[in-house]
């Protein structure tokens, strides 16, 4: 079993910045592959970002690239996911996930795991 628990979301101006972090527990985290998806409200739930057990290796949804970054710290057990130049479409809750294993995803039915979420809000 896998716990996870997100934190850093909140309101930010368009063009802002927020850092997501989400803390593993239970298992062993460096095996799994972590991902980013998002919700906003009436939307179906989508990819953001992943992250294989490589930190060299990542995947993101075009909508993102080159604005978000995600990261992982193996001792901390912790995935990160800093957005830059935030958009008014970017404001959903933000979900972290967990994979049993270490291979890049981005489909949400191919993670075992889910947090809780956390808000993103952008003001325009």
């Known amino acids: 079993q896998v716990q996870l628990v997100e934190s850093g979301g909140g309101l930010v101006q368009a063009g802002g910045s927020l850092r997501l972090s989400c803390v593993a527990s239970?298992?062993?985290?460096?095996?799994?592959?972590m991902g980013w998806f998002r919700q906003a409200p009436g939307k179906e739930r989508e990819f953001v970002a992943a992250?294989?057990?490589?930190?060299?290796?990542?995947v993101y949804a075009d909508s993102v690239k080159g604005r978000f970054t995600i990261s992982r710290d193996n001792a901390k057990n912790t995935v990160s996911l800093q957005m830059n130049s935030l958009k008014p479409e970017d404001a959903a809750v933000y979900y972290c996930?967990?994979?049993?294993?270490?291979?890049?995803?981005?489909?949400?039915?191919?993670?075992?795991?889910w947090g809780q979420g956390t808000q993103v809000i952008v003001s325009s």
């Open positions: 996930a967990a994979r049993l294993d270490p291979g890049l995803a981005a489909r949400a039915r191919e993670y075992a795991y």
């Open positions: 239970g298992r062993t985290f460096s095996s799994s592959a």
């Open positions: 992250i294989g057990r490589s930190v060299r290796s990542t």
